[in-house]
Nanobody, 129 residues
Framework: QLQLVESGGGLVQPGGSLTLSCVPSGFTWDYYPIGWFRQAPGKEREAVSCISSGDGPITYADAVKGRFVISRDKAKKTVFLQMNSLEPEDTGLYYC??????????????????????WGQGTQVTVSS
């Protein structure tokens, strides 16, 4: 069964840090681009970061550059999103997703959510004092 499972969300004060995990199963975990997206109440889903096949190109939304880091852990077969200096504007439901059309391609992964084929259930991040 093709699946992505996110974890690591929670409540954190402004300026704090969280690390989100995305565990793929049912497919070759590092062959396909993995993207992180978020959706705040009343807003559209937006791209946060993505990592292409293997350790290929990485992209970040302007709003998170310099604060978030995406990475693949080969030993744990997990994609992480390290989030630092969190702001209230970072609050939302965070999803990871896989793009099955770009497997093996070492090119920048798409920011448009419509290109992604499977999605996790999401993990809530709330930044508040």
């Amino acid at each position: 069964q093709l699946q992505l499972v996110e974890s690591g969300g929670g409540l954190v004060q402004p300026g704090g840090s969280l690390t989100l995990s995305c565990v793929p199963s049912g497919f070759t975990w590092d062959y396909y681009p993995i993207g992180w997206f978020r959706q705040a109440p009343g807003k559209e889903r937006e791209a946060v970061s993505c990592i292409s096949s293997g350790d290929g190109p990485i992209t970040y939304a302007d709003a998170v550059k310099g604060r978030f880091v995406i990475s693949r852990d080969k030993a744990k077969k997990t994609v992480f999103l390290q989030m630092n200096s969190l702001e209230p504007e970072d609050t939302g439901l965070y999803y990871c997703a896989a793009d099955f059309d770009l497997g093996g391609y070492v090119i920048s992964c798409p920011k448009n959510a419509s290109f992604y084929d499977i999605w996790g259930q999401g993990t809530q991040v709330t930044v508040s004092s």
